[in-house]
């Protein structure tokens, strides 16, 4: 089904049969690919224009139908860091629309298997994305691989257990001169599972707007942890939205991202986003399942938080996947992988891993277990246990007790968190 120009579908009946082609944006055209993008999703270009949406994307398709745009998808590369700490290269999948008069003729289809086909050619191990609805990914192998939460508290009741002394200090950072300091603490940033370290265009492209306000809230702001040594170890981005119902003080600060490499800058930045004068809420958007502040609060029940699937995982090659992660519990599995869409990823894996390192390699022997390409997905970061999925009906236990040594052996902690949806 494959062409010079990438892969091919074929277009469902209700329409004289064509046949939708994906092509390559040339660089000169991303500019384009973004505005027809945009337009498929029903949005108007944001106010900063469209420069630098276009410079984060490494690579833009254009789903073509009888020489019309209809469907776009794009890929940004990133590195994923996984269990245990290795980074492994991954393309995000991301800017995936379809007109809205071109929809269910398998434009997605054709773009997702030219994805995925190209992904293969560089060697890259695996494929992430976002989804817009969770339903639509498990077709194309992807499975949830993490989570992540809405957390919502009213600083009033946001005392610390244990009252902190900041060896270090806080101090807000101008907007200029912030990226530098964002690629830092990121690419030091080792220990965080499932996050990924961004480019310099991507941050471009994060403080494209932020000197505006937006949405009633303020510009961003940025404050930087300084630790006693004098370098900064932490980040957080925010924005305040001032509330004054009957001239009382009731804003809201809104958390997009804290980032911190020790614990004294997580909890200082923390402290710092909690005990903002005016500011009677707090709500942070990517909030870590896993965030120690639910434990340094006094009242942690106060800190409400609602999670959602996140990162969805498409591994493209098994044996690089399993030997780059790092495992709870030494132990060995014989995988079987079924994946109907892609037959030379399919097969049964030998794999033998722990804290200290693993190896897989291509097998016959008979299989311990036995899932779909989404479930091993899931299984990479090991915030979805093998036990779940087994019960879920997704994995099949081909030998007694194989299902609960894959739960202990696949699981992580703490777990993981992506920085970034892109
Ligand atoms: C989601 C979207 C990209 C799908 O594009 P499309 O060209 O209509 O998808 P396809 O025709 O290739 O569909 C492939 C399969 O996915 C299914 N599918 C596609 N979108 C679906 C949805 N939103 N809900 C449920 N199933 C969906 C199709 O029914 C089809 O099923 P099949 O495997 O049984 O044949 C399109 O509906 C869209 O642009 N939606 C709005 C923007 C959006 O949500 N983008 C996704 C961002 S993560």
Not at 11 to 23: N, W, Y
Request: glycine residues 10%; without cysteine; hydrophobic residues 45%.
């Amino acid at each position: 089904m494959s062409g010079p120009q990438g892969m091919t579908g074929t277009v469902a009946p209700g329409r004289a049969m064509s046949t939708i082609e994906v092509v390559d944006v040339a660089a000169a055209d991303m500019e384009r690919f973004v505005a027809i993008s945009l337009a498929f999703f029903g949005e108007a270009p944001p106010d900063e224009g469209l420069g630098t949406l276009h410079q984060t994307l490494n690579r833009s398709l254009v789903a073509r139908l009888d020489g019309e745009d209809i469907g776009t998808a794009a890929v940004i590369d990133f590195q994923l860091t996984l269990p245990g700490g290795n980074r492994v290269p991954m393309d995000g999948v991301t800017w995936v629309a379809v007109s809205p008069v071109a929809r269910r003729r398998g434009a997605m289809r054709a773009m997702m298997n030219d994805m995925l086909e190209h992904a293969r050619a560089r060697r890259i191990p695996v494929l992430g994305l976002g989804a817009s609805e969770s339903l639509i990914y498990r077709r194309f192998g992807y499975g949830v691989a993490s989570h992540i939460g809405i957390a919502e508290i009213d600083t009033a009741h946001a005392a610390l257990r244990v009252p902190f002394t900041d060896p270090g200090h806080v101090r807000m950072q101008a907007l200029d001169g912030a990226v530098a300091i964002f690629l830092d603490i990121e690419g030091r940033q080792t220990d965080r599972v499932g996050g990924i370290n961004r480019a310099e265009s991507s941050w471009r492209r994060i403080l494209a707007g932020a000197a505006k306000a937006r949405d009633g809230m303020s510009p961003l702001q940025v404050a930087v942890h300084v630790g006693a040594d004098g370098q900064v170890d932490g980040f957080v981005n925010y924005r305040v939205e001032q509330r004054w119902p009957d001239e009382i003080a009731d804003g809201v600060t809104h958390v997009h991202e804290l980032a911190a490499l020790n614990l004294d800058a997580h909890v200082a930045l923390w402290q710092h986003v909690l005990s903002m004068d005016l500011m009677e809420h707090l709500r942070a958007e990517r909030y870590w399942l896993d965030d120690p502040i639910k434990h340094l609060l006094l009242d942690g029940r106060r800190l409400k938080v609602k999670s959602h699937d996140d990162l969805h995982l498409r591994v493209v090659d098994v044996v690089a996947m399993l030997q780059a992660r790092r495992y709870s519990r030494e132990d060995a599995l014989v995988i079987e992988v079924r994946d109907p869409a892609a037959a030379d990823i399919a097969g049964r894996y030998r794999l033998e891993g722990g804290l200290e390192g693993a190896t897989a390699a291509p097998t016959d022997a008979a299989a311990d277990i036995v899932l779909d390409a989404p479930s091993l997905g899931s299984l990479m970061l090991g915030d979805v246990s093998a036990a779940a999925l087994h019960r879920a009906g997704l994995i099949e236990e081909a030998r007694d007790g194989a299902v609960r040594r894959a739960s202990a052996m696949f699981s992580w902690s703490p777990r993981p968190w992506l920085n970034y949806m892109f």
